[in-house]
């Protein structure tokens, strides 16, 4: 299979790459540098609308995982980054597979459980509406621009990430420093809901929903078993050896990332992968002490 992939050299797409590289699919890269430098790059720029269209010739599949980092403190100038690199970008790339012909069959496009907003105790499946905010506003609209794609006859599939646990990014890999000296523990008061899924899940599911036919739309990509952040803070420091004893409270979290620390870590929101438990997609890690134990041996 040929296949397109935004976002190749970050946390996921990187883990990605390797496994569909190993599996000798074979794999462009689109970037956003000023010249290209290897024949498996496709360059883009969509604030400028373009892109090596003819490069784009044969390709079977899309995985579209570029975005800003939702790390850091949101003023106007980084939210708007954020609304941009996910909304906009996705919007000219959908337009674009759509006037290919032939275009992709399908199109993987990342989103986030941020759509939910935070929803306490309720399960979330994917058939619960947005909440309420930025984040879920932007995750609306980030899903809204794969469009034009959908309605060409591409299959469309709105991933909708949790908490991505691997050691070489994403949040895993901010903790652990403060948890390896005894520093880590729960947030805010620790009963919010943290839904997370193993980096090798993840790229699990990527490959499923690439061969699967029948999924579409929107699809939790989470584990099963989702825990309290309470919870979440014991099994690091367990699998750490170390104990998990200072609690950050919410009012340093806010003073430190403001809206960012509401909509994210302080945010309860239990999402539950109904559809890919319905097409009887199997977990190598369903639950987080063998995630953990798996990540951190």
């Known amino acids: 299979m040929k296949i397109l992939i935004s ?21 462009l890269r689109l970037i956003r540098l000023t010249q290209v430098a290897h024949s498996d790059e496709v360059f883009w720029n969509p604030i400028e609308h373009f892109i090596e269209r003819g490069k784009l010739a044969g390709v079977d599949a899309v995985v579209h995982l570029a975005g800003e980092n939702l790390f850091g403190r949101w003023n106007d100038k980084k939210k708007r980054s954020i609304y941009d690199s996910r909304v906009l970008n996705t919007a000219f790339l959908a337009r674009t597979l759509a006037e290919m012909d032939p275009g992709p069959k399908v199109l993987i496009c990342a989103s986030a459980i941020g759509y939910y907003g935070d929803r306490g105790e309720h399960d979330c499946i994917e058939s619960a509406a947005a909440g309420e905010g930025f984040l879920p506003d932007v995750c609306k609209d980030w899903e809204e621009a794969t469009v034009p794609a959908a309605n060409a006859g591409i299959r469309v599939v709105n991933l909708r990430f949790g908490i991505v646990l691997g050691k070489e990014g994403g949040s895993l890999a901010k903790m652990l420093p403060a948890f390896k000296m005894g520093m880590g523990g729960p947030l805010g008061d620790g009963q919010q809901w943290v839904s997370w899924i193993s980096i090798l899940d993840v790229v699990r599911v990527i490959e499923f929903a690439l061969s699967r036919e029948t999924l579409k739309g929107a699809v ?13 803070a014991h099994a690091i420091g367990h699998a750490l050896h170390r104990p998990e004893v200072v609690p950050i409270p919410k009012r340093m979290l806010h003073f430190m990332f403001g809206e ?11 999402v539950l992968p109904h559809k890919l438990q319905l097409e009887e997609f199997q977990f190598q890690h369903p ?4 995630a953990l134990e798996s990540i951190l041996k």
């Open 7 to 27: 976002g190749s050299h970050g946390f996921i797409g990187s883990a990605l790459h390797t496994r569909l590289q190993q599996q000798d699919h074979s794999l």
């Open 287 to 290: 639950d987080l002490h063998t």
């Open 260 to 270: 960012m620390a509401d909509q994210t870590v302080l945010a309860s929101t239990k």
């Open 220 to 232: 939790n990509a989470v584990s099963p078993h989702p825990v309290r952040n309470k919870e979440f």
